[in-house]
C-alpha cells in the first residue's frame, strides 16, 4: 500500500530548510511574489514561492498573486501535475525497493521502533503497509505526517491549484524539470544513508514536528530571510546533499527560465526554499540581467 497523499509528499521534501528561526518578522523585501522584467523582455513575468502543504485558501489572503497570475500567458511548475495514477506510476520505480522489503534494511529494533512511530502518527499507519518502499520514501510520509498540512480535495495544494487554474483559463503548463529527474534526486541516494535519515527522523520527531510548524510560520510571514539562515545551517544534509537537492536544481532553472519568460509572460510557482541566498534562483536571475522586484502580495 503506498500512501494516499504521495505527490504532496514528494513536494514537502522539496522544501528544505526546515531548521530552527530566531523570528518571523517580515521585512519591506520578504514576499512570496516577485516579478522579473528587463534585459529584453517585452512583459514582465512572476515567480511565486510555495509551500507544498499549503491549500488553496492561503491564496485567496493574498489577492495581488492571483492579480500577477492573470497577467500571465502560462504557468511553470516543478514539475507538471499529472492525474493522481500517472504520476504514481511515474514515481513508483524510484520510491520502490529494488529488492526486498525495508525489513532487510532495517534491524528487528529498528523495524518496531519505525513502526511504532508511524502508528503514533495522525493517518496511522502500519510499517508492514509501507514495507515495499525505501527508506527515504518513508521518511517523507513521516516529514508529511507531521507537517502542517491543510490540503484537501476542496481546498487543492498551491502547486496543484495554479496548474488547475491556468488549465481551466487556456494558460500553457510547462514544469522545470521531469517527475523522473525530480524523484532520481530525491530517492537515489545510498540505502545506508536513507536509513541514517529516516531513523534520524523518527527519533527526532518532536523536533521535527516544532520545525515544520516554524517553517510553515516563517512562510506564512513570506520570512524569506529565515528561509535563507535555515538553509546555511541545515545540518540534515551533507554540501554534496544540499547541492543536489537545492542548488543545483536552481542552476538548471535558472538557465531555462529566460527562455520560458522571452516566449510570453510566465507565472512560475516553486517551492519558496529555492528563492532566497546568493544561490537562489532570484539572485541568480539577477546575475543574468534581469530586474528582480519585490511585489506587495495584499
Same mark, same amino acid.
Given at each position: 500500500m503506498?500512501?494516499k497523499?504521495?505527490?504532496?509528499?514528494?513536494?514537502?521534501?522539496?522544501l528544505p530548510g526546515?531548521?530552527s528561526?530566531a #523570528?518571523?518578522?517580515?521585512?519591506?523585501n520578504?514576499t512570496?511574489?516577485?516579478?522579473?522584467?528587463?534585459?529584453?523582455?517585452k512583459?514582465p513575468s512572476?515567480?511565486?514561492g510555495?509551500?507544498?502543504?499549503?491549500?488553496?485558501?492561503f491564496?485567496?489572503?493574498l489577492p495581488k498573486v492571483?492579480e500577477?497570475f492573470n497577467k500571465?500567458?502560462g504557468? =511553470?511548475g516543478?514539475?507538471v501535475?499529472?492525474?493522481?495514477?500517472?504520476?504514481? #506510476?511515474k514515481?513508483?520505480?524510484?520510491?520502490?525497493?529494488?529488492?526486498g522489503t525495508?525489513?532487510d534494511v532495517l534491524t528487528a529494533?529498528?523495524?518496531?521502533?519505525v513502526?511504532q512511530?508511524?502508528?503514533?502518527?495522525?493517518?496511522?499507519?502500519?510499517?508492514?503497509?509501507?514495507?515495499?518502499?525505501k527508506p527515504?520514501a518513508?521518511?517523507?510520509?513521516?516529514?508529511?505526517?507531521v507537517a502542517?498540512n491543510?490540503?484537501?480535495e &476542496?481546498?487543492?495544494a498551491?502547486?496543484?491549484?495554479f496548474?488547475?487554474?491556468?488549465?481551466?483559463t487556456g494558460? =500553457?503548463?510547462?514544469?522545470?524539470e521531469?517527475v523522473?529527474? #525530480?524523484s532520481?534526486?530525491?530517492f537515489?541516494?545510498?540505502?545506508?544513508r536513507?536509513?541514517?535519515q529516516l531513523l534520524k527522523?523518527v527519533?527526532?520527531?518532536d523536533?521535527c514536528r516544532?520545525? &515544520?510548524a516554524?517553517l510553515f510560520?516563517?512562510?506564512?510571514?513570506a520570512?524569506?530571510?529565515?528561509?535563507?539562515?535555515?538553509?546555511s545551517g541545515?545540518?540534515d544534509?551533507?554540501?554534496a546533499?544540499?547541492n543536489d537537492?537545492?542548488?543545483?536544481?536552481?542552476?538548471?532553472?535558472a538557465?531555462?527560465?529566460p527562455g520560458? =519568460?522571452e516566449a510570453?509572460?510566465?507565472?512560475f510557482v516553486v517551492?519558496a526554499g529555492?528563492?532566497?541566498g546568493?544561490?537562489g534562483?532570484?539572485?541568480?536571475l539577477k546575475?543574468a540581467?534581469?530586474t528582480?522586484k519585490?511585489m506587495s502580495?495584499?
Open positions: 503506498l500512501p497523499n504521495l505527490k504532496l509528499l514528494l513536494f514537502f521534501f522539496l526546515i531548521g528561526y #523570528q518571523t518578522s517580515a521585512k519591506r520578504n512570496l511574489l516577485w516579478q522579473v522584467s528587463g534585459n529584453g523582455l512583459q512572476y515567480i511565486f510555495s509551500y507544498h502543504l499549503a491549500g488553496k485558501n491564496i485567496d489572503t492571483l500577477a500571465t500567458s504557468v =511553470m516543478e514539475i501535475l499529472t492525474d493522481a495514477a500517472s504520476l504514481m #506510476q514515481v513508483f520505480p524510484f520510491i520502490a525497493m529494488e529488492k525495508i525489513a529494533e529498528e523495524y518496531t521502533e513502526d512511530a508511524l502508528q503514533k502518527l495522525p493517518g496511522a499507519a502500519k510499517l508492514d503497509m509501507l514495507k515495499t518502499l527515504a518513508i521518511q517523507v510520509t513521516i516529514a508529511g505526517m502542517p491543510n490540503v484537501t &476542496s481546498n487543492p498551491l502547486d496543484q491549484y496548474q488547475d487554474e491556468a488549465k481551466r494558460k =500553457m503548463i510547462r514544469g522545470l521531469t523522473e529527474e #525530480q532520481a534526486i530525491l537515489n541516494t545510498p540505502i545506508a536513507q536509513k541514517e527522523t527519533r527526532e520527531i523536533k516544532k520545525e &515544520s516554524q510560520n516563517a512562510y506564512k510571514a520570512n524569506l530571510e529565515a528561509l535563507e539562515k535555515s538553509l541545515y545540518e544534509y551533507t554540501t546533499e544540499l537537492i537545492l542548488y543545483d536544481r536552481n542552476k538548471k532553472w538557465g531555462k527560465v520560458v =519568460m510570453g509572460p510566465t507565472f517551492g529555492h528563492l532566497p546568493e544561490k534562483l532570484l539572485s541568480l546575475k540581467g534581469y528582480v519585490p502580495t495584499r
